[in-house]
């Protein structure tokens, strides 16, 4: 098997050793199905030490499927979810949120997949209109699809005013890792601690096979949850091989070292070719991912040998993301070849 050499996506990466040999350690004899199992069990209490004893942890295998089916536990058909225009859910779900969980999705545009309370107060004009749906859950992405970073202040803001109107608040956390480790944190520091609602907790994106899970942080919330995981065929028998990656991803603060490891390599990557006469790195790097403009005779050159997105075709964005995978070794050879690219069509 040839090695790709991607620039594309943290999912291109493998899954770290220690991961691997959890999913491997797991697979000893017979243990009950469904999450009874004992490393289920004992992983929820890990989950617990980090997000608190309150928290309710449930193992699904998709960053979707912990999406769609955590904002579709908290709301009713007749509900809507604010989100930026660039969210995920918005963007990148193949229309999910609609199909599988009849959400209404009310997307605010945004210049970096923030939103604001002074963004979101006009879209909710029409709370008690019998004609309108009623929004109910307003949904952030830490990073952002962008690359950007909310700040703690700025959760907290945006949880003030959303509970102040009723409304839960949803965050969608596949790369909450990178997060924390860009903003020196912890998950209870930019969740529990603020009173946000609900987590999709993202594992998969910093080592994981195929760990996600739905956090409800809200005791008040979400009760009937393990039903509606099993209608939407979430509910994994073997739960054990789906537990015990997250297990091993929270211990010894794994998630941290690949989380600091990928955002580290991407502020590299901006900093050696953002020297080079012809590319301009766009913004600053907050985290793993880093948006660059390139003459797309170079993009074209380039694509022969990596893989990575062409973001916006109308001003030559691209768009390079580094993982826990990512080594200095393969960014120099990256940005030696983005060298060659440029001078080629300069």
């Known amino acids: 098997m ?35 199992d004992e490393i ?3 992983t929820d209490e890990v989950f617990k030490e980090f997000f608190g004893s309150r928290a309710r942890i449930h193992y699904v295998t998709t960053g979707t499927a912990a999406n769609v089916l955590g904002i579709r536990a908290v709301t009713r ?44 107060a006009p879209y909710l004009g029409h709370i008690g209109f019998v004609h309108a749906s009623q929004p109910k859950v307003v949904s952030i992405t830490q990073p952002t ?4 970073l909310y700040t703690l202040k700025e959760i907290e803001e945006i949880v003030e005013f959303a509970h102040d109107r009723d409304l839960l608040v949803h965050m969608d956390g596949a790369r909450l890792a990178n997060a924390c480790a860009a903003l020196d944190c912890s998950f209870f520091d930019m969740t529990t601690a603020l009173d946000v609602d609900l987590l999709s907790f993202g594992g998969t994106k910093n080592g994981c096979l195929m760990g996600e899970a739905v956090v409800f942080l809200n005791p008040d919330i979400g009760q009937g949850f393990p039903y509606l995981r099993k209608q939407a065929m979430q509910l994994v028998s073997k739960m054990r091989f ?41 913004g600053t790097v907050d985290c793993n991912a880093l948006f660059a403009h390139i003459p797309p005779e170079a993009t074209e050159i380039l694509m022969k040998k990596y893989y990575f997105y062409v973001w ?16 200095e070794a393969m960014v120099d050879e990256f940005v030696a070849d983005i060298k060659k690219a440029v001078e080629a069509v300069s």
């Open 312 to 327: 916006d075709e109308h001003d030559q964005t691209v768009r390079w993301m580094t993982s826990w995978a990512t080594t």
């Open 77 to 120: 058909t007749y509900n809507s979810v604010i989100c930026a225009e660039q969210a995920h859910i918005n963007n990148d779900e193949c229309g999910a949120p609609e199909a599988f969980g009849g959400i209404k999705l009310v997307p605010i545009p945004s210049p970096d997949g923030k939103l604001t309370p002074g963004m979101i």
């Open 145 to 148: 699809e962008l690359g950007k």
């Open 2 to 36: 040839s090695e790709l050499k991607s620039f594309a996506s943290d999912n291109n990466s493998g899954a770290h050793p220690a991961i691997m040999e959890a999913v491997v350690q797991s697979n000893q004899g017979h243990l009950k199905s469904y999450g009874d």
């Open 242 to 282: 789906v537990s015990a990656q997250l297990e091993a991803y929270l211990k010894d603060d794994l998630w941290l070292k690949n989380a600091g490891h990928a955002n580290a390599m991407a502020r590299l990557l901006a900093d050696r070719a953002g020297a080079i006469p012809g590319v301009t790195i766009k």
């Open 40 to 42: 289920s069990i004992h």
